[in-house]
């Protein structure tokens, strides 16, 4: 009997002391890539420990006291054109050695995404395959359509679900995120100003991705490729003071449009790329043409709004929109140069010492190049 017992009592162990944490993202909070933002979810409250280091054996960590379910850890990023490696743990729940890239020196590859939402797994191969540094979602990363209240705005179980239908990128490549309107919507449709549609602070998508600034509008750098990204809260403009509103203001005496004039204009990057959740079309008659004359201080602008792949040029300026759902009837600009209805993403490819940023739209079923740009530094 005592073998068995034994045998019992150490199965019982090892099922509590090693409870696996499966769910686990990346971002960036801080201003620039120095620092990365490892986040993840228990099942059970607890500290929250990052171990990191170059190798499987780790070696640093990171601990932030207290007790919480949603995790949020910054380690430095102080290597570059290296594999990190880490893990998390919170109390008796860990996850295995996961790895991913440090930034590197010459060449830098971003993919961008828009709609992932949460209610359908899509084919990430021709992503993996190009093997980015960073993933940007450009809009609907999540699909927040399950709550009833406005009490409920807080809950992150869409952004949870999102996560999960690429859960092995998302553990190996950063994500930062822009906002589009079913990133915060809370209920099906907003009856009135008292029920409204959508929650427009974005609180569960914030306190779900730990992202720079307010985190509804953000700037972010990458110093070594002289980049900058900025990230501005426009989507379904048109229903702005209706009970369907989905984003903050954004006429010319809004706070996030003067915000967004100061960042443009205080920016030194040689390369600036603007992205919003709706059509540029749109957003370039807004605030009296004011959105479109600032996004042309920068070097391209991105939406995440429509289900087809499209590039167009307006005064000089280039106006990109792709999704990972295609075949899209809605939202096509008139003076688009490029479009296609395969569901696709943009790779952007930064070569440092060429000082060029390639743009690429991609189709999503097997990387096929659709349409392809070169941009060299702006003017400063």
């Not at 019992?8 to 120095?34: C, G, Y």
């Not at 995404?113 to 609907?140: C, E, Q, T």
């Not at 750098?221 to 002289?226: H, K, L, M, R, T």
């Not at 790329?273 to 004359?293: P, Y």
């Amino acid at each position: 009997m005592k073998p068995t017992l034994l045998i019992f009592s150490l199965a019982v162990f090892t099922t509590t002391a090693f409870a696996k944490v499966e769910r686990i993202w990346m971002t960036h909070q801080s201003p620039d890539n120095s620092k990365i933002a490892i986040s993840w979810e228990t099942t059970n409250p607890g500290e929250s420990v990052v171990e990191f280091g170059t190798s499987p054996q780790l070696g640093e960590s990171v601990k932030v006291d207290g007790s919480r379910t949603l995790h949020h850890v910054e380690i430095p990023l102080a290597q570059k054109d290296v594999v990190y490696h880490y893990r998390v743990k919170s109390g008796d729940q860990v996850s295995d050695i996961n790895t991913f890239k440090g930034y590197p020196s010459k060449l830098l590859r971003i993919a961008v995404v828009a709609n992932i939402r949460a209610d359908a797994k899509l084919n990430f191969a021709a992503i993996k395959k190009d093997d980015p540094h960073l993933l940007i979602s450009a809009g609907d990363t999540a699909m927040q359509y399950q709550f009833a209240t406005q009490a409920d705005k807080e809950a992150t179980k869409s952004h949870s679900t999102a996560i999960d239908t690429q859960a092995e990128i998302f553990k190996s490549t950063p994500l930062m995120t822009s906002l589009g309107n079913l990133d915060r919507k809370i209920r099906p449709n907003g009856l009135s100003m008292e029920e409204p549609g959508y929650d427009i602070e974005a609180t569960g998508y914030r306190k779900f991705f730990a992202l720079p600034g307010k985190e509804w509008i953000w700037a972010w750098d990458i110093p070594d490729f002289d980049l900058r990204l900025i990230s501005v809260d426009m989507s379904h403009t048109g229903d702005f003071g209706k009970p369907n509103q989905a984003c903050h203001a954004f006429d010319k005496d809004s706070e996030q449009f003067k915000w967004f004039e100061e960042t443009m204009n205080g920016t030194k990057a040689g390369f600036v790329v603007t992205m919003f959740g709706e059509t540029g079309g749109t957003v370039r008659r807004h605030a009296e043409g004011g959105w479109k004359r600032v996004i042309g201080k920068g070097t391209l602008a991105i939406s995440g709004e429509c289900y087809h792949a499209e590039r167009t040029e307006v005064d000089g300026v280039t106006y990109y929109n792709s999704s990972v759902r295609g075949n899209g009837t809605f939202g096509h600009d008139a003076q688009a140069a490029f479009s296609d209805k395969s569901a696709s993403y943009q790779l952007l490819t930064l070569d440092r010492e060429a000082g060029t940023l390639k743009s690429e739209l991609k189709a999503l079923d097997d990387g096929r190049v659709l349409d392809s740009k070169t941009f060299t530094r702006r003017a400063k």
